[in-house]
C-alpha cells in the first residue's frame, strides 16, 4: 500500500515486532512531523503519533531499548533536537539535543547501546568534521574525537570488532574516497583504506559476514554504479 503522505527525504527504521516506521521529510505543503507503521502482514500503512519537531532529511536508529531515536535533519533551520518513538505507545518524546545541529548525521549505535552521530551540515552551510555520542540511559550528548575530515552525506557502520568506519562524502566542494575508522574506546579516529572511487550520498549495507557494502552515490561528475565491499 501507500504511505498516507507524500514525502521527499524521510526516514525509515524497521522495528523488533517487523514493522517499518517512516518519519519525516518534506511534503506538498511543508516540512513534515507525521510518521507512519507498515504491517507486512497486510500490506497497508497505518499513522502513528506525530513527532514533536517537523523534520525533513533526519537520521533514525532503533536503540537496543526498541524505541527509536531520531534526530537532526532541517526544518527551515537547522535541527540539533532528538526524540524518542516508543513502539508500545506510539507517542514521541523529546530526549536530550545534541551540541550542534545537524542535517544530516552519519549516526551508527555502538555495541554498548550508544549512539554515535557525526559530520553533516549545520548553519552557515558548514559542513562539519565533530561528532557525539549519546547514551540511552542518561539522554545526554557528549562530545567525542572529531573526525580528520569534514564530511556531509558519509556513512557509519559498524564492524565487527566493535569500530565504527566512516566512509566517503562530501566537505562542500569535493567528494571523497577516504575512510575512517573510530574507537569507542578511545573516542579517536584513525585513517582507513581509500575506495577506488570517491562517493557521496550513496547506500551501505553491512552483509551477514560483517563486510561493508559501498554502492552508487555521486562524485561530483558522475553518478556512480560502482560497488565496493570492505
Given amino acids: 500500500g501507500n504511505i498516507n503522505d507524500a514525502r521527499a527525504g524521510p526516514v525509515s527504521v524497521t522495528l523488533t515486532n517487523g514493522k517499518v516506521l517512516i ?13 507512519e507503521l507498515y504491517d507486512p502482514s497486510i500490506g497497508i500503512w497505518t499513522r502513528t503519533g506525530n513527532m ?6 533526519p537520521t533514525a536508529a532503533r536503540l537496543t531499548t526498541r524505541k527509536v531515536l531520531a534526530l537532526g535533519g532541517y526544518d527551515g533551520s537547522y535541527l540539533n533536537t532528538a526524540e524518542l518513538y516508543d513502539p508500545s505507545t506510539g507517542n514521541w518524546t523529546t530526549t536530550g539535543s545534541m551540541n550542534v545541529a545537524r542535517d544530516p548525521p552519519a549516526v551508527c549505535i555502538l555495541t554498548d547501546g550508544r549512539v554515535l552521530a557525526t559530520g553533516g551540515e549545520t548553519s552557515g552551510g558548514v559542513i562539519l568534521n565533530s561528532a557525539e555520542l549519546y547514551d540511552p540511559s542518561t539522554g545526554t550528548w557528549t562530545t567525542t574525537g572529531n573526525m580528520s575530515i569534514s564530511r556531509k552525506g558519509p556513512t557509519a ?20 574516497n577516504t575512510t575512517e575508522l573510530y574507537s569507542p574506546s578511545t573516542g ?3 585513517a582507513g583504506p581509500s575506495m577506488h572511487t570517491a562517493r557521496g550520498y550513496y547506500a551501505a549495507s553491512t552483509l551477514l ?11 561530483g561528475g558522475s553518478i556512480v554504479n560502482s560497488v565496493e565491499l570492505y
Avoid at 514533536?52 to 532529511?57: D, E, G
Avoid at 559476514?209 to 562524485?219: H, I, L, Q, R
Fill in 23 to 35: 518519519l519525516g521529510g518534506n511534503g506538498n505543503s511543508g516540512y513534515l512531523n507525521t510518521a
Fill in 52 to 57: 514533536n519537531n517537523a523534520r525533513a532529511n
Fill in 157 to 176: 557502520s559498524l564492524l565487527t570488532n566493535g569500530t565504527v568506519l566512516v566512509v566517503g562524502g562530501y566537505s562542500g566542494s569535493t567528494y571523497f
Fill in 188 to 190: 579517536l579516529w584513525t
Fill in 209 to 219: 559476514d560483517g563486510t561493508v557494502m559501498a554502492s552508487g552515490g555521486t562524485n
